[in-house]
C-alpha cells in the first residue's frame, strides 16, 4: 500500500515521462517476486506438513492464498499505473477495482500467520486425545492389577477434556509405573506379554519387569510400544467376537 501510494504521488508530479512508468513497473515487478518467493517458500512449508500436521498446513495455505491475491492486486495496479501515465488521466474503473480487492491479500495473510499458533495448540490437543483414547484399554488393564499406581488429585471433568495433554501424560506415567512394577517370566509375543499382565507378577530369576519385556519385542520409540501393545488389547477383543459369532 505504501509504494503504491508512493507510486500515484510520482504519477502526480510534473510531466508524464516513460520514465516514470518504467519506475512504477520495476517495483511492482519487484514486489511480484517477493510474492512469488513467498508462494514458493509456503508451497514446500504446505507439502511437507500436510500429513504430519493438517491445521498448521491450512494455516500455510492461507498464507499462500494472500500471495495470489497480492499478484492480482499488483497486476491491477500495474495496468493502472500505465494507463494513468500513457493517457493522461486516471480509470476510476481500476482504481475502485484495485482498492476492493486489496483487503483480500491483507485478509488472508493475516489469518494465516494468526492461525499458525492456534493451529499448533489444536494438533497437540488432538495428538493427545487420539493418544489417550489409544492407551485406554492398557491402562484399563493396569489398573486392574496395579491400582496403587494411579496418580492423586482429580481435575474437573472440563478441565480435562479441554487439556486433554494432561490426561494423555497422566496414563503414560501411570502405565509405565504399573509395567515398571509388574514382574513376568520371559515373554516371545505381545500375547503372552497381556497374558502375564492378567495374572499375578511372579517374580523369579528369570523374570523381568514388563516394561523392559515390552521394550525387547518392540524397539520403536516411546511410547509407540504403548500404543502398540494396547492395540493389541482390541485385536484380541475382536478376534473373541469374531469367534463368539460363528
Same mark, same amino acid.
Given at each position: 500500500?505504501?509504494? &503504491?501510494?508512493? +507510486?500515484? &504521488?510520482?504519477?502526480?508530479?510534473?510531466?508524464? =515521462?516513460?520514465?516514470? +512508468?518504467?519506475?512504477?513497473?520495476?517495483?511492482?515487478?519487484?514486489?511480484?517476486?517477493?510474492?512469488?518467493?513467498?508462494?514458493?517458500?509456503?508451497?514446500?512449508?504446505?507439502?511437507?506438513?500436510?500429513?504430519?500436521?493438517?491445521?498448521?498446513?491450512?494455516?500455510?495455505?492461507?498464507?499462500?492464498?494472500?500471495?495470489?491475491?497480492?499478484?492480482?492486486?499488483?497486476?491491477?495496479?500495474?495496468?493502472?499505473?500505465?494507463?494513468?501515465?500513457?493517457?493522461?488521466?486516471?480509470?476510476?474503473?481500476?482504481?475502485?477495482?484495485?482498492?476492493?480487492?486489496?483487503?483480500?491479500?491483507?485478509?488472508?495473510?493475516?489469518?494465516?500467520?494468526?492461525?499458525?499458533?492456534?493451529?499448533?495448540?489444536?494438533?497437540?490437543?488432538?495428538?493427545?486425545?487420539?493418544?489417550?483414547?489409544?492407551?485406554?484399554?492398557?491402562?484399563?488393564? +493396569?489398573?486392574?492389577?496395579?491400582?496403587?499406581?494411579?496418580?492423586?488429585?482429580?481435575? =474437573?471433568?472440563?478441565?480435562?477434556?479441554?487439556?486433554?495433554?494432561?490426561?494423555?501424560?497422566?496414563?503414560?506415567?501411570?502405565?509405565?509405573?504399573?509395567?515398571?512394577?509388574?514382574?513376568?517370566?520371559?515373554?516371545?509375543?505381545?500375547?503372552?506379554?497381556?497374558?502375564?499382565?492378567?495374572?499375578?507378577?511372579?517374580?523369579?530369576?528369570?523374570?523381568?519387569?514388563?516394561?523392559?519385556?515390552? +521394550?525387547?519385542?518392540?524397539?520403536?520409540?516411546?511410547?509407540?510400544?504403548?500404543?502398540?501393545?494396547?492395540?493389541?488389547?482390541?485385536?484380541?477383543?475382536?478376534?473373541?467376537?469374531?469367534?463368539?459369532?460363528?
Amino acid at each position: 500500500l505504501v509504494v &503504491h501510494r508512493h +507510486v500515484d &504521488h510520482v504519477d502526480g508530479q510534473g510531466p508524464r =515521462h516513460p520514465a516514470s +512508468v518504467v519506475y512504477a513497473v520495476t517495483i511492482y515487478l519487484y514486489l511480484a517476486w517477493f510474492l512469488i518467493d513467498l508462494w514458493r517458500y509456503a508451497r514446500r512449508s504446505f507439502q511437507s506438513a500436510r500429513e504430519q500436521d493438517p491445521p498448521a498446513a491450512a494455516a500455510i495455505a492461507l498464507i499462500g492464498a494472500s500471495t495470489w491475491a497480492g499478484l492480482v492486486v499488483l497486476l491491477i495496479w500495474t495496468v493502472h499505473t500505465t494507463f494513468t501515465q500513457l493517457s493522461g488521466h486516471r480509470s476510476a474503473q481500476l482504481d475502485s477495482l484495485a482498492g476492493s480487492i486489496f483487503p483480500l491479500p491483507l485478509t488472508l495473510f493475516a489469518c494465516g500467520v494468526l492461525a499458525l499458533p492456534a493451529a499448533a495448540a489444536v494438533s497437540h490437543h488432538l495428538a493427545s486425545r487420539r493418544l489417550s483414547q489409544e492407551l485406554e484399554p492398557l491402562w484399563l488393564l +493396569v489398573l486392574r492389577t496395579h491400582p496403587d499406581v494411579q496418580l492423586t488429585g482429580r481435575h =474437573h471433568r472440563i478441565v480435562r477434556g479441554l487439556d486433554s495433554r494432561w490426561t494423555a501424560q497422566r496414563r503414560l506415567i501411570e502405565i509405565s509405573d504399573a509395567l515398571e512394577a509388574h514382574q513376568v517370566p520371559a515373554v516371545g509375543s505381545f500375547d503372552e506379554l497381556l497374558t502375564a499382565l492378567r495374572e499375578p507378577p511372579r517374580r523369579s530369576s528369570q523374570s523381568s519387569s514388563a516394561k523392559d519385556a515390552l +521394550v525387547r519385542l518392540d524397539a520403536t520409540p516411546w511410547p509407540q510400544p504403548l500404543v502398540d501393545l494396547s492395540n493389541s488389547i482390541g485385536n484380541q477383543l475382536a478376534s473373541r467376537g469374531a469367534r463368539a459369532s460363528r
